[in-house]
Each structure stands twice: as structure tokens, then as C-alpha cells.
């Protein structure tokens, strides 16, 4: 029987984690060219693994929100990418206006 080498794990320094944020009310963000209406939208970032820490640390390097909103028929025609500060700014708008 032939030994065969088994290929080290690759380890990745970088992620994508996938989160759903909910609108109650329409919305703008740079980089529409129209306002969203409400509903319930993908959100997508993309980090890297921070070198050199005692402990992991990840750094974001993008955020995308698919739009249009999440719906039954409905299928993502368009990724934008977002400032991650201007998303958390606008769903703490939409938390106080409702």
C-alpha cells in the first residue's frame, strides 16, 4: 500500500461574514442612485486577519449590501459596496424615527 502525503490545512487570513439589517422606513447611503425602501436587506463584509496580536483581531476591508431588499421573488440585481460607519449611522436613525 502506497503512503500518501496528506497536504497541510490552509489557513486564510481573511473572512466574509454574511448578517441581514432591517429598515422600518426607506433609506439612503452613498453610492444609491435612489432611496431603498424598507425591508430587509444582505449585508456582506470581508475582513483580514490583524498580523502580530497575542490574540486574533480581524480588520474590515469591505462591506456590501445586495439590493434590492429581501423578498420572496425578489433576487439580488445590484451590490453596492457601503461605509460600515454610515450603515450602523442610518439603521440608528431608522431605530429613532420609529
Request: charged content about 25%; aromatic content about 10%.
Amino acid at each position: 500500500m502506497e503512503a500518501f502525503d496528506m497536504p497541510a490545512p490552509v489557513f486564510s487570513p481573511k473572512r466574509t461574514t454574511q448578517t441581514v439589517v432591517k429598515f422600518n422606513l426607506s433609506f439612503f447611503l452613498q453610492g444609491f442612485d435612489v432611496q431603498q425602501p424598507a425591508g430587509e436587506y444582505r449585508v456582506e463584509k470581508e475582513e483580514e486577519l490583524i498580523d502580530g496580536l497575542s490574540r486574533l483581531a480581524w480588520h474590515c476591508t469591505a462591506t456590501f449590501i445586495y439590493l434590492p431588499a429581501i423578498a420572496p421573488g425578489n433576487r439580488p440585481r445590484q451590490v453596492l459596496q457601503i461605509d460600515p460607519a454610515e450603515l450602523e449611522d442610518a439603521l440608528k436613525k431608522d431605530r429613532l424615527r420609529t
